[in-house]
């Protein structure tokens, strides 16, 4: 799956190397009328992958294009960082 590439090959980016999570979002588009946005990340264990309903690019609908402008320039957000455990050790 396309997804499942992507979020590995930007994991062995050097930006990337302190991520856990490296989210992926896609355009699908179904001829030149409809389009539809998959939302994935994988986590190292899973996969999780969600698709918003397929858009009609046919009507020029301004709602659904800031819709989907929304979706592109948004910034994302979550922790995709790893957490590392600290323990110290006092000696006596």
């Known amino acids: 799956m396309i997804a499942l ?3 590995i090959a930007q994991l ?3 930006k990337f190397l302190e991520h856990m999570i490296a989210p992926i979002l896609l355009f699908s588009y179904m001829g030149p009328q409809h389009a539809r946005l998959i939302e994935a990340f994988f ?3 899973a996969l999780t ?3 918003t309903r397929l858009y ?3 009507k020029k609908d ?8 929304q979706w592109y320039l948004g910034k ?15 000696s006596s």
Not at 62 to 69: I, R
Not at 76 to 90: K, L, N, R
């Open 5 to 7: 590439r992507l979020s």
């Open 12 to 14: 062995r980016r050097a």
């Open 43 to 45: 986590t190292g264990d």
């Open 49 to 51: 992958v969600r698709a």
């Open 56 to 58: 009609d690019l046919r």
């Open 62 to 69: 301004e709602a659904v294009f800031k819709l989907l402008a």
């Open 76 to 90: 994302p957000t979550g922790t995709t960082m790893t957490t590392t455990v600290t323990t110290t050790t006092s």
